[in-house]
C-alpha cells in the first residue's frame, strides 16, 4: 500500500505536468499568432467597388487608360471590418503582364500599376482572387495616345 507522502508526491507530479502543459499551450499559441502576424482567418471584408482608376485621390474608374499616362491605378472599395487579403493579376488575352500579392485595408485602395513596356495598346482585364476564387474583375483598353 502506497504512502500517504508517496501520493501526496504524486499528485504534485501530476499538477506539474498538468500547469507545464497549459504553459507550452499558450507558448505555441502565442508563436503562432506572432508568426501569423496576428493573422485572420475569417475575412467578412468583401470589395464592393471595383476598376480602372488614372488618379489616385478620388474613386473615378475608367474605361480607357492612355500610354502616356505612364501608369493607372486599380482602384475600389473594401467594407467590412477585416482586411482582404489576395493576390492582384492584369492580363492581356491570357498572357499575364502584371502581379502582386497584397492585403487591402477596410475603405478606398489605389495600388498603383506602371505602364512598362510589356503593356502595348489592346484590351486588357485585372482581377483580383483570393485561394482560386475571383472576387472582382475589370476590363479596360490601353491606348497609343502620342
Excluded at 498538468?18 to 475569417?42: H, Q
Excluded at 471584408?45 to 475608367?62: A, H, M
Aim: hydrophobic residues 45%; charged residues 15%; glycine residues 8%.
Amino acid at each position: 500500500m502506497q504512502s500517504k507522502q508517496h501520493t501526496i508526491e504524486k499528485y504534485i507530479n501530476w499538477s506539474l505536468n498538468v500547469i507545464g502543459a497549459a504553459i507550452l499551450s499558450w507558448l505555441v499559441i502565442v508563436l503562432i499568432m506572432w508568426m501569423t502576424k496576428g493573422a485572420v482567418f475569417v475575412y467578412d471584408s468583401r470589395i464592393t467597388q471595383f476598376g480602372i482608376c488614372l488618379e489616385d485621390s478620388t474613386f473615378k474608374p475608367v474605361d480607357v487608360v492612355p500610354i502616356s499616362a505612364g501608369g493607372f491605378y486599380v482602384c475600389g472599395l473594401v467594407e467590412g471590418t477585416t482586411i482582404r487579403p489576395g493576390s492582384l493579376i492584369v492580363r492581356r488575352g491570357t498572357s499575364p503582364v502584371y502581379g502582386e500579392s497584397l492585403t487591402l485595408p477596410v475603405g478606398y485602395f489605389y495600388l498603383r500599376v506602371p505602364l512598362t513596356e510589356a503593356f502595348i495598346p489592346g484590351a486588357y482585364y485585372t482581377h483580383i482572387g483570393y485561394a482560386r476564387e475571383t472576387l472582382v474583375e475589370a476590363r479596360f483598353v490601353v491606348f497609343k495616345d502620342q
